[in-house]
């Protein structure tokens, strides 16, 4: 059974405090494995995480943050072709947006270290984070799980050997603090979603 599974798999919901809890345990300093790493410090940047065992929830989740949002019919940002039918579905737009309500894209890497999007420019063309939409809609795989950046960047040299994309950037903060630190100096908070669709 995987974690995500075990985690989220039960008829049951539990309580916040014990959720917290549980996530208590999977911190960085317990030696936890890189998916639990990535949760809970995902979770602890503000991402919304919907786990996914299949490509049907994957589509239910979707419509479910469109139904959230009130973003049925809208306008979205939208590079990937092949993320294309499930805009079309839900009558999107996405073809040269105007005012594109959010961004649906892949990632290259998720990164458990610090719970962080590893994308590029396959996803986001030449856009700075901060040119992007608020709201952000990303599906991608547990497989994509590594470690760090450098194990991401490695991902990356491995998967292109022609036509190496460029503009490779994270994605770290997730919600607006009241207090912004250094660690956040130029870096533009994101309502961020993330569907991750289990296949391993």
């Not at 490509?55 to 979205?76: G, P, Q, Y």
Request: charged share 30%; hydrophobic share 30%.
């Amino acid at each position: 059974m995987s974690l995500f599974k075990k985690i989220f798999g039960s008829i049951n919901p539990s309580s916040e405090e014990d959720t917290a809890n549980d996530f208590n345990k999977f911190s960085p300093d317990n030696d936890a494995p890189i998916d639990e790493q990535f949760i809970y410090n995902f979770k602890k940047n503000g991402g919304k995480f919907l786990y996914c065992e299949n490509e049907t929830e994957v589509k239910d989740h979707f419509e479910n943050i469109l139904e959230e949002n009130d973003w049925f019919e809208s306008e979205a940002l939208c590079y990937e072709h092949e993320l294309f039918p499930i805009l079309e579905e839900n009558k999107i737009i996405h073809h040269k947006p105007k005012n594109p309500a959010f961004l649906l894209a892949n990632c290259e890497t998720l990164i458990a270290d610090e719970g962080s999007i590893l994308f590029s420019s396959k996803q986001i063309k030449q856009n700075k984070p901060n040119e992007l939409p608020t709201n952000i809609i990303i599906i991608a795989t547990t497989s994509q799980i590594i470690r760090t950046k450098s194990d991401g960047l490695s991902v990356i040299k491995k998967k292109y050997i022609k036509d190496y994309p460029t503009n490779i950037t994270t994605i770290k903060y997730f919600e607006k603090v009241e207090e912004e630190d250094f660690t956040q100096y130029g870096s533009s908070a994101k309502n961020l979603y993330l569907l991750l669709l289990e296949d391993q």
